[in-house]
């Protein structure tokens, strides 16, 4: 519970006024409703009893007793219209009473619920928020160990499963006690002995029930994990949909996906069947309180002092009835904030997860580069145990290109990523003109460079906006200017849309030239100083690589780039070529003096010869 209170702490603080109003219309709630039980008492008393006639009006008066005096007018009022009209028309008339407090009560139950739902939506909203700008901002690495299935169950259903806690733990905190105080503060004022009676009997029902609810914080942990599971099958196999066809897996992964489903399946009803239990259990121990509170009412009467009457007891049923639903609900609400509190945990698994890479608080600002960038002495390691680089130095001067070439492994595209701190390195340093990049502003560090991949990553929009990425200012012709820098003018106004054409899921309706070029057209616009190119032509075909090669081409006049090449004719004229091997940079120099030293960079260039 105490993982609950601050969690409200953390999200409540913005709508202490909608709990207030709750709280209150609650309050009210429960008056009217204990006033349109409670007036069934003069209406009993006097209509079916002759002895309990007021004929005499009390005088209001500030010292006299003011609701002993209003009791006693209504009385006398009831009995008026009693005696003149006839006992059918006062019934009428005590009735209208109890439609109007029925009405307010209802009203004011509405309201309740009706400022209880923006609370709820707001805070829901604020975590929704909270976990995207999180994913947003976590390193890229935090989602490798990560399922991603499992993170959109957080996103999602975790937050409904919170959803529904808040919506319960309101309930039980602005609700149910207000409810059950005024009741049974009305009950005593009746009778003080029963409601001792039926206060030590609730109790020992209430234990009982709770034994129910013990094991459903587990239980509901175990089955949002899976639904995690179940949502990473999904959306892999949507997005590899071709290779499942190609390689005839159908059979095996909706198999695969069916045993997933049975045993969240059956997580979830061993969940469904515990908490249904409370309901069943609470009404058939809820009955036999009533029973032996009536049992005991009864012989109260019958044996008494007069201090109870029918009339009365009546009204103490009517009321310790409506008390049953707010208990009951308050057992309910405890099994779903433990429910809820299971799901937060699992967000708080994002939430809470350390960003690593730490922004510098007064970080340099840097709007160009003057000079150089410089590897002294990198070493890095994804995992702590295998160095994927190896004390590798490299210097690359302002305005040359420098490729990177290498088997498949031998860590370039890390070495490349290190730049715009995608990953901290482990040992040694990065230097901007002579500055430690982490002394940088993370937002300007990244706003030197730009970035095409070997995948170019579109996201489901039009193309304009694919193009325009990022820059909020773009006019048309910004965009058509780029475009026509990376070759991609021509065919996409070709598209049934023009620049509007939706481009589908990460890119799908276009082919990989073309895809390739609008990410070209979107590092154009963002005219970087720095330009890190890996491998951007290799999963193309020779006829769209000359296109994308050549849009490249103009993009680097320049610039200062790092090129990553598979093909070696793309980068023959670069300053400078460094041949890395297992982590390290085993030979560097120009085309010709490494065909010339006739080491791994000959080699390469003789297969690719051949
Ligand atoms: P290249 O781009 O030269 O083909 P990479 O830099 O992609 O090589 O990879 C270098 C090594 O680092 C490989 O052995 C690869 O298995 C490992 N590696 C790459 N990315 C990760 C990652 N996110 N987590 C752990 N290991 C990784
Ligand atoms: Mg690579």
Not at 135 to 151: H, M, Q, T, Y
Not at 209 to 220: A, D, M, P, T, Y
Request: hydrophobic share 45%; glycine share 8%.
């Amino acid at each position: 519970m105490r993982y609950f209170f601050s969690f409200l702490r953390r999200y409540l603080p913005p709508y202490k006024s909608k709990v207030v109003v709750t709280f209150l219309c609650n309050i009210a709630s429960a008056i009217f409703s204990v006033m349109s039980v409670a007036l069934l008492i003069p209406i009993l008393e006097i209509i079916f009893q002759q002895d309990s006639e007021v004929t005499t009006l009390m005088p209001f008066s500030i010292d006299g007793d003011m609701s002993k005096a209003a009791v006693n007018n209504f009385y006398y009022y009831v009995t008026y219209i009693k005696l003149t009209y006839g006992a059918g028309f006062a019934l009428l008339f005590s009735g209208i009473f109890m439609i109007i407090a029925t009405m307010l009560k209802c009203g004011m139950a509405y309201a309740a619920s009706y400022s209880n739902v923006g609370l709820r939506n707001n805070m829901v909203r604020d975590i929704r928020r909270e976990i995207f700008a999180k994913i947003v901002s976590l390193p890229v690495g935090f989602f490798s160990n990560e399922r991603k299935g499992d993170i959109m169950q957080r996103a999602t259903g975790d937050v409904a499963e919170v959803e529904g806690s808040v919506m319960s733990s309101l309930d039980m905190f602005l609700k149910n006690p207000v409810l059950i105080i005024v009741y049974i503060v009305s009950m005593a004022i009746m009778s003080p002995q029963l409601t001792i009676f039926a206060f030590i009997l609730l109790p020992v029902a209430g234990s009982l029930i709770g034994r129910v609810g013990k094991s459903l914080k587990r239980q509901s942990r175990e089955g949002q994990e899976k639904m995690g599971v179940l949502l990473g099958i999904l959306e892999e196999t949507i997005g590899g949909l071709r290779v499942v066809k190609a390689f005839n897996a159908e059979k095996h992964i909706v198999s695969h996906y069916s045993d997933e489903t049975q045993s969240y399946c059956n997580i979830a009803k061993r969940l469904s069947r515990r908490r249904d239990l409370a309901h069943p259990m609470s009404e058939f121990l809820g009955t036999i309180v009533v029973i032996i509170v009536v049992w005991f009412g009864g012989t109260l009467i019958l044996n008494g002092d007069g201090s109870l009457t029918v009339a009365k007891f009546l009204a103490f049923l009517g009321i310790f009835y409506q008390i049953i639903n707010p208990a009951k609900n308050f057992s309910t609400a405890f099994y779903n904030i433990q429910k809820g509190m299971a799901a937060m945990e699992r967000i708080d698994k994002i939430l809470l997860a350390d960003d690593h890479i730490f922004e510098n608080a007064n970080g340099k600002p840097i709007k160009q580069l003057q000079n150089c960038i410089e590897y002294r002495n990198v070493t890095f390691s994804y995992n702590g145990e295998i160095d994927v680089l190896k004390n590798v130095s490299l210097t690359v001067p302002k305005g040359k290109m420098i490729a990177l070439v290498g088997q498949s492994g031998s860590g370039k595209s890390t070495f490349v990523d290190l730049l715009p701190r995608f990953w901290d390195i482990t040992q040694g340093e990065i230097l901007i003109d002579g500055v430690n990049i982490k002394d940088y502003r993370l937002h300007d560090l990244r706003g030197l460079m730009g970035n095409v991949n070997q995948d170019a990553l579109l996201f489901n929009d039009t193309i304009y906006n694919n193009i325009a990425f990022g820059i909020s200012n773009a006019t048309q012709e910004d965009v058509e200017r780029a475009a026509r820098i990376a070759n991609a003018h021509e065919f996409i106004l070709a598209q049934p849309e023009g620049y509007q054409t939706n481009v589908g899921d990460r890119g799908s309706k276009l082919s990989g030239g073309q895809r390739q070029r609008i990410s070209i057209a979107r590092a154009v616009l963002r005219n970087p100083e720095i330009l890190i190119l890996d491998e951007a032509t290799s999963a193309l075909d020779t006829e769209s690589e000359r296109l994308v090669q050549d849009a490249l081409e103009k993009l680097l006049v320049g610039r200062t780039s790092l090129v990553i090449a598979h093909r070696l004719s793309t980068i023959r004229n670069a300053d400078l070529i460094c041949v890395f091997h297992e982590g390290q940079i085993v030979e560097t120099g120009t085309h010709d003096e490494l065909v010339a030293l006739g080491g791994y960079y000959k080699k390469l260039h003789d297969m690719q010869a051949l």
